[in-house]
């Protein structure tokens, strides 16, 4: 298996809902992340989990909160969210977290919060 | 701090005809840069990358980069596009400034229209 899954596809919550995101992957990468996509802009960095803990926290807000309960297994969780959080959520895996090394992206769940 | 600049948001070309997309990077020391695309609704797709094993980098789809050093470019090109080649591209570098995580930073995108 060569590919990184997301699900769901779609979201559509409401601000006092809580949800959450799933990635999965079993390529055997060491490394998960958490990108946030706002349309018509590049990727932007939010968790980079490294042999299952987090290694990086792009001052995100507690809002979301990630979870990666194995090495193929990468969840955000999603409570409270405002509108301005809508966007599309990436996942991503590398097999390992360094320098030069690729991710490898999934298709990305588009969240709508109303 | 590594950064990247791409050079034009937006790039029509004919089918058939000489795609050049455009990346500027800075770094105070030999950088990672990498090339993806992303069709409409998905997720990234790695085109290429360049980690300094060659400076001529070919990738998927009949596309190929070169890193020259002394214009800080990294400029993506393929010899005849095709009307599936229609897509955002972005252009990263692998951060080196904190610590060995290899966090991508991204150029802000340029759309590629193809026209018949």
């Given amino acids: 298996d060569t590919e990184v899954t997301q699900t769901p596809k779609h979201l559509v919550m409401g601000m006092t809902n809580k949800k959450s995101l799933k990635c999965e992957q079993h390529m055997g990468h060491r490394a998960m992340y958490w990108y946030k996509q706002k349309a018509k802009k590049p990727p932007e960095l939010m968790f980079v989990y490294s042999y299952e803990k987090l290694s990086i926290n792009e001052s995100v807000p507690s809002r979301f909160s990630p979870e990666c309960p194995n090495s193929s297994l990468l969840n955000l969780h999603l409570h409270a969210l405002q509108p301005e959080d809508s966007a599309l959520y990436l996942c991503a895996s590398s097999q390992f977290s360094g320098q030069g090394v690729s991710n490898d992206f999934g298709p990305g769940t588009r969240l709508t919060v109303t | ?116």
């Fill in chain 2, 1 to 116: 701090a590594q950064s990247v600049t791409q050079l034009g948001s937006h790039v029509s070309v004919s089918e058939g005809a000489l795609v050049l997309l455009r990346c500027n990077y800075s770094s105070s020391v030999p950088p990672y840069l990498f090339w993806y695309v992303q069709y409409p609704n998905q997720g990234l797709q790695l085109l290429l990358k360049y980690t300094s094993a060659a400076t001529l980098v070919k990738g998927i789809n009949g596309f190929e980069a070169e890193f020259k050093k002394s214009e800080t470019s990294f400029h993506l090109t393929k010899p005849s596009a095709h009307m599936s080649d229609a897509a955002e591209y972005f252009c990263a570098v692998s951060d080196r400034g904190s610590g060995n995580t290899g966090k991508l930073i991204f150029g802000q995108g340029t759309t590629l229209q193809v026209k018949p």
